[in-house]
């Protein structure tokens, strides 16, 4: 069932079609291309570039001689007409950024996620980081399309609010998206973090034959974003995507499902950091497993394995023969093409995983796939979760397919 949408919608139907044509192409494309290449009236396509014109949205870039007859005047984006802001909650660091119209980042901050804030304060301070984030970036607020939050699983998606997220002490049922639109003015999107991830996988890389793709997400907390059909997938509440439960070992502590061997808990930096203590990979245990700690001894232990230290490199095998018994459930499941691995936490870890991963994903006994699986780290960087959430916004905005989002208003 198609549900509305209330973001500013930048026309109907037919002129999304033709905008995302135009913000596809490399070189822009004339009105030629355009009515061929999407079976619109050559008139339709002139009116519809007249309107995309005259708001800003596309720009006359020049003339192209294609054959005999009339030079073409060829039609681009202006990727500075209009802007979209994301930001990501994760429990050790707030990230904001601004997209243009293309995808590119023209204004970033981050910031620590204080400890024990009480959820009014954290989301008073969201608030004034995003407006001097704007004012910083120069962008004036009637460019601004919407603000996309990326937070941790689960949220109610009917009513824009963050429920229960692990690691984020105080926080139950917290109103985020009713909060920020109320304090700052813009429309507001609210969407799980995996889910923004994937979705700037798609928006950054459109290359063919990578529509049905994974995003192991590796942060604070781990996460599995899906896509399907080049479209990520939300579910019928916006939480699909809970990997966190498959049995990956038969060892471990007993997880809050009651089981043994989860996914979620087996691949946690945080067990990463217990087990090396364990082992004996950081000599001096510390006295509080903090997040901060937890980001500093992690470091650790993967520049242990990187050294080649066997004890680290044992560890990391087990860790990456753990991420790829969920891989192989999920790509069985779902007939993946691509698992794209991102988050805060993956940079460290790629060097001495990604081909571990992918080594134990081919070698498994029970992968069904035939054709090879692609397992790469994602080009978009540790802040892919709230350049997601923008690209949602952009997404919702300018995509011709049929939206499933839930905006606030
Ligand atoms: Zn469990």
New binding site residues.
Partial sequence: MRRGTNLPAVGEFNQAVILDRVRRSRDGLSRVELAELTGLSAQTVTNVSRRLIETGLVREAGKRINGPGKPRTILQLEPESRYAIGVHLDPAVITYVVLDLEGTVVAQSRARTPSAARPPRLVESMAQAISSLIAASGVRTEQILGLGIAAPGPIDDALGVVVDPPLLEGWHRVPLRDSLLEALGLPVLLEKDVTAAVAAELWMHDEAGSDDVGFFYYGTGVGFGIAVDHAPVRGSSGNAGDA??IIVSDEGEV?????RG?L??LTLPRTVVQDAIARGVIAEPPRALTLPVIDELFGKVTAAAAAGEPEAVALIDELCRRFARGIVTIVNLLDLQRVVFGGPFWDRLAGVALERVARHVADSSALIRLAPISITSSAVGADVAAIGAACLVLDNTFSPRPSTLLIGR
């Fill in positions: 966190g439960h997880c809050r499902c009651g089981q989860c979620g808990d």
